[in-house]
């Protein structure tokens, strides 16, 4: 199989860094026209440098706004009106106990995990149902199936993507536009390491070796028994982006490792 996006447009948010940069070099690699989009002028220019080393010829657009906001999805349409394939990966993360959990930290994850990807699918899905063609992915987490005790609040917005993309995915019945999560589990992204570097340097191990022992402590059903790779996660992404993926929405598209204890 030999997946080819040429001619496509594609939006990944949240894309400077982790597994929303491993799914634009994914698709640009492939042949897709790739908007890169963060928050930082420098991490997004890193991020384009990146991908240009290993592959000169990729299409790239450069968008800096924060898409965690009304005003910065609005900036965002009007700079960019059309797409065929939108990836909504921006998201945070946190680890804190439910009692100590603010209004305003539930609130902030509302708007950033949820409400980024409803307010983009709201606007590029009408376009994209007029060229009889599109795709939707919602970057969810192991975590939306198997909340965390010590993230409840993110657990309850990964379990919202997975329920707005089957939701979108029936809305779109038809048109074909599909719609699918991808539910990624313990992966190597910027995030992970930033929380285990420490801990591998004070030990005097690889950060991947941490990080095998971090997804045995926190995950131990992990049946591969180590952490995926930024990559590994992005092949995921790349196919259900894919003209192959016809056939493929409505799904939670599991890249967990095998985390979930679920048929």
């Known amino acids: 199989m030999k997946i080819d996006l040429s001619g496509k447009t594609a939006i990944v948010t949240g894309s400077s860094k982790g597994i929303g940069f491993g799914a634009a070099k994914g698709l640009a690699n492939n042949g897709a026209t790739v908007v890169i989009n963060g928050r930082n002028e420098t991490t997004v220019s890193h991020a384009i440098d990146a991908i240009k080393t290993t592959h000169p010829d990729a299409k790239l657009i450069a968008h800096v706004g924060n898409l965690g906001t009304k005003e910065g999805c609005d900036e965002l349409i009007k700079a960019i009106p059309a797409c065929d394939i939108l990836v909504n990966n921006l998201g945070i993360y946190s680890m804190e ?64 993507n997975i329920a707005i993309a089957k939701g979108l995915a029936k809305r779109l019945a038809g048109t074909g536009v599909t719609v699918n999560s991808i539910l990624p589990g313990p992966t190597l992204s910027d995030g992970l390491v930033g929380m285990i570097e420490g801990i591998a340097k004070e030990n005097n191990q690889t950060v991947e070796t941490a990080a095998k022992e971090f997804v045995m402590a926190k995950r131990p059903s992990s049946v591969i028994q180590r952490a995926a790779t930024i990559e590994e996660v992005a092949n995921m992404i790349v196919y259900a982006a894919s003209k192959e993926a016809s056939a493929t929405t409505g799904a939670s598209l599991r890249v967990d490792g095998g985390v979930v204890n679920f048929l």
């Open 97 to 160: 106990d439910f009692f100590e959990t603010s209004d305003e930290t539930w609130d902030k994850f509302y708007e950033i995990n949820i409400m980024s990807g409803v307010r983009l699918s709201r606007h590029y899905a009408k376009q994209m149902i007029n060229n009889r063609w599109g795709r939707i992915l919602f970057i969810s987490s192991e975590s939306g199936l198997n909340i965390p005790e010590d993230m409840i609040h993110y657990g309850f917005t990964k379990t919202a």
